[in-house]
């Protein structure tokens, strides 16, 4: 990795299957690495090379995309290219997430629905991605029980064109 090189220089630089990896990784937050396979699939992202993306191909993506700097030791896009990626890489890959989403997701499905109506600035989506994430927690044995309790619950939290940047603390912390 040249230092020297600014964040955009390298992500230039990447093959197309990279760059739409890297994006996807924006737009999902790093919340389910399980979900990148389907989700590129999804978007109709080819693979570096053969029919499908699999465990190594994707491996082989994030562990370039680490040694170039554009994601951290946790496989996430760097904190200070997250914004400029998702807003860039939204259009494609958000529906692809929602469609894999619909399919059932698991536990990350209402942390990825929030994060996707915001960036949308989708008012009705966040209503209900936020009373879905309630009757979770209400819940009391989800593996999200609590977690949710500091999502802005004001509508207009939604439109605010600042907000975006500020996900870690307005979504449960990555793991």
């Given at each position: 990795?040249?230092?020297?090189?600014?964040?955009?220089?390298r992500?230039?630089e990447?093959?197309?299957?990279?760059?739409?990896?890297?994006q996807?990784?924006?737009?999902?937050?790093g919340?389910?690495r399980s979900?990148l396979?389907?989700?590129?699939?999804?978007?109709?992202?080819?693979?570096?090379?053969?029919?499908?993306?699999?465990?190594?191909d994707?491996?082989?993506?994030?562990?370039t995309?680490?040694?170039?700097g554009?994601?951290?030791?946790k496989?996430?896009?760097?904190?200070?290219?997250e914004?400029?990626?998702?807003?860039?890489?939204l259009?494609?890959?958000?529906?692809?997430?929602?469609?894999?989403?619909e399919?059932?997701?698991g536990?990350?499905?209402?942390?990825l629905?929030?994060?996707?109506?915001v960036?949308e600035?989708?008012?009705k989506?966040?209503e209900?991605?936020?009373?879905?994430a309630?009757?979770m927690e209400e819940?009391?044995?989800?593996?999200?029980a609590?977690?949710?309790?500091?999502?802005?619950?004001?509508?207009?939290?939604?439109?605010?064109?600042?907000?975006?940047?500020?996900?870690r603390?307005?979504?449960?912390?990555r793991?």
């Open positions: 990795m040249n230092p020297l090189k600014s964040l955009r220089q992500y230039v990447l093959s197309e299957p990279y760059r739409l990896l890297l996807l990784k924006a737009v999902t937050g919340f389910s979900l396979p389907e989700c590129l699939r999804e978007a109709g992202v080819q693979p570096p090379r053969g029919q499908v993306w699999n465990a190594g994707i491996r082989t993506a994030l562990h995309l680490r040694q170039m554009l994601t951290d030791d496989d996430r896009v760097v904190a200070e290219f914004h400029d990626l998702c807003i860039e890489g259009q494609r890959m958000a529906p692809a997430v929602r469609k894999v989403l399919r059932g997701a536990i990350h499905t209402a942390a629905r929030l994060r996707l109506a960036y600035r989708d008012l989506a966040y209900r991605a936020r009373l879905d309630q009757a819940g009391g044995n989800h593996p999200f609590g977690q949710f309790a500091d999502t802005p619950t004001d509508p207009g939290w939604t439109l605010c064109r600042n907000c975006a940047p500020h996900w603390i307005c979504l449960p912390a793991h």
